[in-house]
Nanobody, 113 residues
Framework: VQLVESGGGTVHVGDSLRLSCTCT???????????VGWDRRAPGKEREMVAT???????WYVGSVKGRFTLSRDDVRNTLYLQMNNLTSEDTALYFC?????WGQGTQVTVSA
């Protein structure tokens, strides 16, 4: 299983970004059965879970991103997304996607004032 994130970059406060995570090396059925999610690690801070979902269940979000971030999944393309709106400097971090126990290498998001 291989996960590759993309879509990170440097933006300004209040901007939006959409992260993508392409998952390969598994069948579409396996993709739909796995817990998926996004974590992040900010400079000098512990890694934290941002959002997670099991198909058929409600998505969980960490409090600081509720109402601003949306996790979605395309079960045809085996791809995860994280739509991030109204970004703040506190969202600056390396973002990782997960599928079951597999993780990607991360994509950097930097939010400047």
């Amino acid at each position: 299983v291989q996960l590759v994130e993309s879509g990170g970059g440097t933006v300004h406060v209040g901007d939006s970004l959409r992260l993508s995570c392409t998952c390969t090396g598994m069948s579409g059925f396996v993709f739909t059965q796995q817990r998926v999610g996004w974590d992040r690690r900010a400079p000098g801070k512990e890694r934290e879970m941002v959002a997670t979902n099991v198909i058929g269940s409600e998505t969980w979000y960490v409090g600081s991103v509720k109402g601003r971030f949306t996790l979605s999944r395309d079960d045809v393309r085996n791809t995860l997304y994280l739509q991030m709106n109204n970004l703040t400097s506190e969202d600056t971090a390396l973002y990782f996607c997960s599928l079951g126990t597999s993780w990607g290498q991360g994509t950097q998001v930097t939010v400047s004032a």
